[in-house]
């Protein structure tokens, strides 16, 4: 199988790099792509697919991962997708089961499952985005502005935490408008809104614990606006991994979801701050093959009935 690797050398454990490469180097089937400053990871690509790979690996963290997914759109059916999680967060890789020490997940993955996932497609304006694990906006939004890769470096996974708390006083109001697929349209008081195809945002946060990648459909879910007593009882449930049956918010299934709100709420894609314009989200369903974890499940049902 021809193999190639692009690697992100700053991803946030990149310290961990040196010893995948040397494991990499052991294999004469893999070519090695590293981002850098002046490369575009879409000529890096490119470059992978006009090399005949079979198997393409993104080694970093979702943000890596993103980037490689859209530089494949719209032709997912060129190449299978692994991923050699080195970020700070690597939520898509808690979905899938990967092993998230980066040595660890490149050994295992010749013997791994592929299973053939659901892409979101994100439309805002004239641009078309792509992501595999969610969309977040409203409070998500705002924290990702304040995470920067300085912040990410000194704190690692915990720097969500740290840029939580420096927007917890500035919390927006957002009123929201949410067109579902059937036609019909809610108009809502939310504080922040998720749009999922895997479950952990954040470095493993359970924010759509039942998302399945595979079913064709994405998990939608808003925590309303409510006082600060109420909000803080979410947290909780939030923590404990059941906040979905708390009043304050609702959760609901959809091929597509239209969102505009005022103000304008700021959505990341797969951890990615991409615009504060109204977004379309729409799931296109058994999209691309991506290599998975051996104990990987694609019913969040079934994950929590086993934790």
């Known amino acids: 199988m021809r193999i190639h690797l692009i690697v992100n050398p700053h991803a946030g ?8 490469l040397q494991a990499v180097q ?11 400053p002046s490369v575009d990871i879409a000529d890096l690509v490119d470059a992978a697919l006009q090399g005949g790979a079979e198997l393409l690996l993104a080694g970093g963290g979702d943000g890596t991962v993103h980037s490689v997914l859209n530089a494949l759109a719209p032709a997912f059916e060129q190449v299978k997708l692994g991923i050699i999680p080195l970020g700070t967060g690597n939520d898509l890789a808690r979905t899938l089961s990967l092993a998230l020490d980066p040595v660890a997940a490149f050994a295992c993955l010749e013997q791994s499952p592929e299973r053939v996932l659901d892409v979101i497609e994100m439309v805002y304006g004239e641009n078309v985005k792509y992501g595999l694990n969610m969309a977040m906006g409203g409070f998500t939004g705002q924290m990702n502005e304040v995470l920067n890769e300085a912040l990410k470096a000194s704190w690692g996974p915990l720097a969500y935490l740290v840029g939580a708390v420096q927007v917890l006083p500035e919390l927006t109001h957002y009123h929201t408008d949410v067109r579902w697929d059937d036609g019909t349209t809610d108009t809502l008081s939310l504080l922040n809104l998720a749009i999922a195809n895997g479950r952990t945002a954040g470095g493993g946060w359970a924010v759509a614990p039942m998302a399945n990648p595979e079913d064709g459909v994405l998990d939608v879910i808003g925590v309303r606006y409510a006082s600060f007593m109420d909000l803080a009882q979410l947290t909780a449930q939030f923590i404990a991994g059941t906040y979905l049956t708390n009043e304050h918010v609702f959760y609901r299934k959809a091929q597509q979801v239209a969102v505009a709100s005022t103000p304008g709420m700021w959505f990341n894609l797969d ?14 369903p ?14 969040g049902a079934a994950l929590l009935a086993d934790s």
Do not use: F, K
Not at 13 to 20: F, K, R
């Open 271 to 284: 951890g990615e701050l991409l615009t504060n314009e109204p977004v379309t989200l729409t799931v296109r």
């Open 13 to 20: 454990s990149a310290d961990q790099l040196t010893p995948l």
């Open 286 to 299: 058994h999209t691309l093959r991506v290599v998975v974890g051996c104990d990987y499940a694609s019913d």
């Open 26 to 36: 052991l294999r004469s089937d893999i070519t090695v792509h590293e981002i850098g």
